[in-house]
């Protein structure tokens, strides 16, 4: 499902329908990229989007295991600085001094999560505008993929409110697992 927005078709208007959106900035690993991919399918995300021009070699993003391309939609703009639907906040994940550490982070309902690129930053002009600037308050940074694993199990975690079941788990898992846990005496 990778695809470059016709340039008639607004960021808006491609995330008019999405609650949970992740913007990459001019990725450049493959399996990034496919990783990425995968974490989107595993927490809900309901698009991935790129910008910049060394996608192609990332093109077939390697550890999409679970296929969430077939799924989720992989779409290349131009930038991140375009007006989005009113009720979306656009927040920047990145090493910004005065950012707001991850676990203090309220997620909003709507969101278009920005990352930078793996070897710079964002533009001073798209953290300018930002609702929210966030951090992962680690040792050193972390490579991309991780970083969206991250957060969207950051956002996941906060907003649970559906019961603990074991059917979750058995359609989660791969096909091989049969492994529980005996209960308690």
Known sequence: ???????????????ADMHV????????SPSNVG????????YGADGVYYTGERFERAARYHTDTQRA?????????????????DDMALVCVELVEGAQPLPDFVHPTRAL????????????????????VVYMPTQGSMNLAAS????LYDRAAK?????????NIRESRDVNNRLRVKPLK
């Open 21 to 28: 959106a992740i913007g990459l900035t001019n990725p450049k």
């Open 113 to 132: 999560y920005v990352f930078g690129p793996e070897d710079g930053s964002l533009r001073q002009s798209l953290i300018d505008r930002a609702d929210a």
């Open 69 to 85: 391309g077939n799924l989720i939609s992989l779409t290349g703009v131009e930038h991140y600085e375009s007006p989005l639907p």
């Open 148 to 151: 969206v694993n991250v957060l």
């Open 1 to 15: 499902m990778n695809e470059l927005v016709p340039q008639a078709q607004s960021l808006a208007e491609l995330l």
């Open 159 to 167: 907003s649970f409110s559906a019961e603990h079941d074991a059917t």
């Open 35 to 42: 990783a990425v991919m995968r974490a989107a399918g595993c």
